[in-house]
């Protein structure tokens, strides 16, 4: 009798707590449809095909002046002079040193009197030559004689021409005691001061150009075969290009616009990729030589390949997938290949076909075997994504503002029913322990397999006594 009426007490104690607790949650809206079919989920759909998917790459590189120049001293002399200022920006041929020229103007000047006098040389040994030329059509002068006024008009003519080569030389080294700027640019600082003795191959200064600038950089093998693609209908310096270089300091990065002027014929089997320069029009001076930066070939892209939406892919036990709907629009995980990401689009290499619709819309909610009320997609991934962003930061503000309201709640002391001294929650509180209690012990039943057999235990216990 007595074991009787404690289960009795006991199945009314957990019938209560389980009211408590259905009372306490909210009705799941799938509730009323139980044994149904759950409501199709309107979602964008698409329909995969072959389609060109433009590049969104930048390649690391370092900047540079192909025509940067060093200025070397050619003869050896004092330099004299120096006409410019470090930082000047000279143009092609502008004078820039001076090394001693009146040295080289006087050997100038006696080159130039060698010369003549072996011109006079010359003229005496033709008139001898001829002479004796006709002498011996008279049979006057033996041919003995006759062949040594040849002889001599040729080393008269010979003399001539090494007085002509000494002439040059001497003009050669009085032009390079005058330097030149060989290209226009930004000349630096002067290594050698004014009063010091040079001699050939003395380092002077060097003169940067600044405009145009050029770019080396390392593109990898898939990269160069698809412009080389692309190449077979166009030419190279139809391919744009830009460059970003950052500063030091976070501010906003100086863009150029250029295009690309080499694609190199091989690959390097060390690093797999391939050789290319562009060049980019730097009228400011807005980046430097040696600067690192960022290298973006525009109209690259990838032809006749399936690709979804970033957003359309989640993680599954398997790797990366997509939901693949069938013919009765429910939706099929897909475990996929990835390939290339390509701005918000994503390059599958494998796992699904030509045809075939996958759901691209917020995916992350979805189960399989979830039915889809399929919605037509227009095609804008970028656009997708930025609306998925949107709703995820609109839900995690909603989140918050409940949870900040029921901290501050808490935190109040000075609310009705709160009692300081904790005596009134004591007294009002008795029957709510009961029933916390009780609800607690009908949510851990279900997970108490031996519960009967233990109920059974203590009521023979409480017989016994």
Same mark, same amino acid.
């Given at each position: 009798?007595?074991? %009787?009426?404690?289960?009795?007490?006991?199945?009314?104690?957990? !019938?209560?707590?389980?009211?408590?607790?259905?009372?306490?949650?909210?009705?799941? +809206?799938?509730?009323?449809?139980?044994?149904?079919?759950?409501? #199709?989920?309107?979602?964008?759909? #698409?329909?995969?095909?072959?389609?060109?998917? &433009?590049?969104?790459?930048?390649? &690391?590189?370092?900047?540079?002046?192909?025509?940067?120049?060093?200025?070397?001293?050619?003869?050896?002399?004092?330099?004299? /002079?120096?006409?410019?200022?470090?930082?000047?920006?000279?143009?092609?041929?502008?004078?820039?040193?001076?090394?001693?020229?009146?040295?080289?103007?006087? %050997?100038?000047?006696?080159?130039?009197?060698?010369?003549?006098?072996?011109?006079?040389?010359?003229?005496?040994?033709?008139?001898?030559?001829?002479?004796?030329?006709?002498?011996?059509?008279?049979?006057?002068?033996?041919?003995?004689?006759?062949?040594?006024?040849?002889?001599?008009?040729?080393?008269?003519?010979?003399?001539? #021409?090494?007085?002509?080569?000494?002439?040059?030389?001497?003009?050669?080294?009085?032009?390079?005691?005058?330097?030149?700027?060989?290209?226009?640019?930004?000349?630096?600082?002067?290594?050698?001061?004014?009063?010091?003795?040079?001699? @050939?191959?003395?380092?002077?200064?060097?003169?940067?150009?600044?405009?145009?600038?050029?770019?080396?950089?390392?593109?990898?093998?898939?990269?160069?075969?698809?412009?080389?693609?692309?190449?077979?209908?166009?030419?190279?310096?139809?391919?744009?290009?830009?460059?970003?270089?950052?500063?030091?300091?976070?501010? /906003?990065?100086?863009?150029?616009?250029?295009?690309?002027?080499?694609?190199?014929?091989?690959?390097?089997?060390?690093?797999?990729?391939?050789?290319?320069?562009?060049?980019?029009?730097?009228?400011?001076?807005?980046?430097? &030589?040696?600067?690192?930066?960022?290298?973006?070939?525009?109209?690259?892209?990838?032809?006749?390949?399936?690709?979804?939406?970033?957003?359309?892919?989640?993680?599954?036990?398997?790797?990366?997938?997509?939901?693949?709907?069938? /013919?009765?629009?429910?939706?099929?995980?897909? @475990?996929?290949?990835?390939?290339?990401? !390509?701005?918000?689009? =994503?390059?599958?290499?494998?796992?699904?076909?030509?045809?075939?619709?996958?759901?691209?819309?917020?995916?992350?909610?979805?189960?399989?075997? %979830? $039915?889809?009320?399929?919605?037509?997609?227009?095609?804008?991934?970028?656009?997708?994504?930025?609306?998925?962003?949107?709703?995820? =930061?609109?839900?995690?503000?909603? =989140? #918050?503002? +409940?949870?900040?309201?029921?901290?501050?709640?808490?935190?109040? &002391?000075? /609310?009705?029913?709160?009692?300081?001294?904790?005596?009134?929650?004591?007294?009002?509180?008795?029957?709510?322990?009961?029933?916390?209690?009780?609800?607690?012990?009908?949510?851990?039943? $279900?997970?108490?397999? $031996?519960?009967?057999?233990?109920?059974?235990?203590?009521?023979?216990?409480?017989?016994?006594?």
């Amino acid at each position: 009798m007595k074991t %009787t009426i404690y289960r009795g007490r006991l199945w009314a104690a957990l !019938a209560a707590a389980l009211l408590l607790v259905g009372c306490g949650q909210e009705e799941d +809206p799938s509730a009323g449809q139980a044994g149904g079919q759950p409501p #199709a989920k309107a979602i964008e759909v #698409a329909e995969l095909a072959y389609q060109d998917i &433009p590049l969104d790459k930048s390649y &690391p590189s370092k900047l540079m002046s192909e025509q940067e120049v060093t200025l070397v001293a050619r003869v050896t002399g004092v330099l004299e /002079e120096r006409k410019f200022e470090p930082g000047d920006q000279v143009e092609q041929g502008e004078s820039l040193y001076t090394i001693e020229p009146d040295l080289y103007e006087a %050997t100038v000047a006696q080159r130039e009197a060698d010369l003549a006098s072996a011109q006079a040389e010359l003229s005496r040994a033709e008139r001898d030559a001829n002479r004796f030329q006709q002498l011996a059509a008279q049979n006057s002068v033996s041919r003995q004689q006759v062949d040594q006024a040849l002889a001599d008009a040729r080393v008269a003519r010979a003399s001539v #021409a090494q007085a002509e080569a000494a002439l040059k030389s001497a003009q050669l080294d009085l032009d390079y005691a005058e330097v030149t700027a060989p290209v226009s640019g930004v000349i630096g600082l002067s290594e050698v001061n004014v009063g010091n003795l040079v001699s @050939p191959n003395t380092e002077l200064a060097t003169i940067t150009p600044l405009d145009p600038l050029e770019v080396r950089f390392q593109m990898p093998q898939n990269d160069a075969f698809e412009l080389r693609r692309q190449l077979k209908d166009m030419s190279i310096e139809d391919i744009a290009a830009s460059l970003e270089a950052f500063s030091s300091r976070g501010d /906003e990065p100086a863009v150029l616009s250029g295009h690309l002027d080499f694609l190199g014929s091989r690959v390097d089997p060390e690093t797999s990729t391939v050789q290319a320069e562009a060049t980019f029009a730097n009228p400011d001076g807005a980046v430097l &030589p040696g600067q690192y930066v960022r290298v973006k070939i525009e109209g690259l892209a990838r032809f006749g390949v399936l690709a979804v939406p970033e957003l359309a892919l989640t993680q599954g036990l398997m790797g990366p997938q997509v939901y693949v709907l069938d /013919e009765d629009n429910v939706a099929r995980a897909r @475990p996929v290949q990835l390939g290339e990401l !390509a701005g918000a689009w =994503q390059i599958i290499l494998d796992g699904v076909e030509p045809g075939e619709r996958v759901v691209v819309g917020d995916p992350g909610s979805l189960k399989p075997g %979830t $039915p889809i009320d399929p919605q037509p997609f227009d095609g804008d991934a970028e656009a997708l994504m930025q609306e998925a962003q949107y709703e995820q =930061q609109g839900q995690g503000a909603g =989140q #918050a503002a +409940p949870e900040q309201a029921e901290q501050e709640a808490a935190a109040s &002391p000075g /609310e009705p029913g709160a009692d300081q001294s904790g005596q009134g929650t004591a007294e009002s509180d008795g029957q709510g322990e009961d029933a916390a209690s009780a609800t607690q012990a009908a949510q851990q039943a $279900p997970m108490n397999a $031996p519960q009967g057999d233990q109920e059974a235990e203590e009521a023979r216990g409480e017989g016994n006594e």
